[in-house]
């Protein structure tokens, strides 16, 4: 199990270049550049750039102009990777849910009780929401504006997300740990209290609150009503 915030910073092992290096995979017939190690160096520019931009002055304001100003890429450099803001839109997208996936899963794989896997779950996802509060503001800032396939794509991954938390809890009422409830309700409570935590983040902090004691407040909110 994840023992708190600090401990997850320092150990998590799925390092920023690993995962766009998936992402570049991902995006192959996309992206015009074949010698992976350059075009995961500067994929992390454009991504770390853009998300940089869209906190400071709105996604929708930002031109692929200030991506190459602040990226240090030139126009024609910049659009081996992508051709237009829908493309960036994608790989943004992309970078984000491959990490939030491939972070829930590592965390929860080897735990075997279920109430400690739920809390590994919960606590992944804030932990990384804290390191990555950058990407998951633009994911669910932009996801009204998305083009109609990445929008699909955006709620299905969601989904996916949601259902890690659903198939733990799905086997903690078999299991008879949990009390029999609608477990995909309870589930979508569980990502509207995490989302909460990074969409009003200065409520929080103006309260004194620390992500750990955030995860333990959800874990107590969801198993008062579980066990």
């Known amino acids: 199990m994840i023992e708190n915030y600090e401990a997850f910073r320092d150990e998590l092992s799925l390092s920023k270049e690993g995962v766009v290096r998936e992402v570049y995979h991902q995006n192959k017939d996309r992206i015009s550049i074949k010698k992976e190690a350059t075009a995961v160096k500067n994929l992390i520019r454009i991504i ?21 100003s602040d990226s ?52 992944a996802h804030l932990y990384l929401s804290e390191l990555m509060r950058a990407w998951f503001y633009f994911s669910y800032m932009e996801a009204k504006s998305l083009p109609a ?30 009390r029999p409830r609608n477990a995909r309700l309870v589930a979508s409570m569980i990502k509207a ?28 909110v969801i198993e008062s009503y579980l066990l």
């Open 48 to 68: 770390e750039s853009t998300l940089r931009l869209a906190n400071s002055k709105g996604f929708h304001a930002m031109t692929l102009r200030d991506l190459c």
């Open 193 to 220: 209290l995490l989302q909460d935590w990074y969409l009003k983040r200065r409520k929080y902090r103006d309260q004194n609150v620390a992500v750990d004691d955030y995860a333990a407040f959800v874990r107590d």
């Open 149 to 178: 396939p990445e929008k699909r794509d955006a709620v299905a991954i969601e989904l996916e997300i949601e259902d890690i938390f659903l198939g733990i809890i799905e086997n903690g009422i078999k299991a008879g740990v949990y």
């Open 72 to 123: 240090g890429m030139s126009m024609g450099g910049l659009y081996a990777y992508i051709r237009n803001k829908d493309d960036l839109i994608h790989l943004i997208q992309s970078h984000g849910f491959t990490i939030t996936r491939r972070t829930l899963l590592y965390y929860t794989g080897e735990v075997d009780e279920v109430r400690d896997k739920l809390f590994s779950a919960i606590k």
